[in-house]
């Protein structure tokens, strides 16, 4: 089911997150957190995605995260990624028991569909933002659903990676 009606599904399935004209929200995708190694693209953002971070708690922000907020096919541990950036994860945290954490799992992130190294902190294939009064949706998906490569055959793209 690729495409449309994969779509369609979503819409009618996702978790809902109601906002108005006075909400603030930001949506963030493809961090890409790894290990601090060489090979972890995010390493040298650490800083600014925490001053931002920050801010955006500190302002009442309700927090997204599209897909791939961690490289879980160049890492196999989510340990490793959690202790390389514990201050990030703690300000992850602190959005969700504020209730203002919502995550949608990507391709390369994909474990988090099953499991995810935080309690209670849920992962989503996709969410709907729905306004209070206009009552319009507005469907939050990492995007992978509708490339046959990256929602089917998955396995071997993160073989080759």
């Given at each position: 089911m690729i495409g449309s009606k994969k779509l369609d599904k979503l819409l009618a399935t996702s978790p809902k997150i109601y906002f108005d004209d006075n909400s603030k929200i930001i949506l963030m995708s493809d961090c890409h957190r790894g290990n601090g190694t060489w090979s972890d693209d995010f390493f040298k953002n650490r800083n600014i995605f925490k001053a931002a971070l920050n801010y955006y708690y500190n302002n009442n922000y309700i927090y997204i995260e599209l897909g791939d907020g961690d490289e879980l096919w160049e890492n196999k541990d989510?340990?490793?990624?959690?202790?390389?950036?514990?201050?990030?994860?703690?300000?992850l945290i602190k959005f969700h028991k504020a209730n203002r954490l919502y995550l949608i799992y990507g391709n390369h992130d994909r474990i988090k569909?099953?499991?995810?190294?935080?309690?209670?902190?849920?992962?989503?294939?996709g969410l709907v933002l729905r306004h209070l009064y206009r009552k319009r949706n507005i469907l939050l998906i990492h995007g992978h659903q509708t490339d046959f490569l990256n929602y089917r055959l998955?396995?071997?793209n993160q073989f080759l990676v």
């Open positions: 989510m340990k490793d990624i959690v202790d390389e950036y514990p201050d990030l994860f703690q300000l569909k099953k499991q995810f190294f935080f309690r209670d902190i849920n992962s989503y294939e998955w396995p071997i």
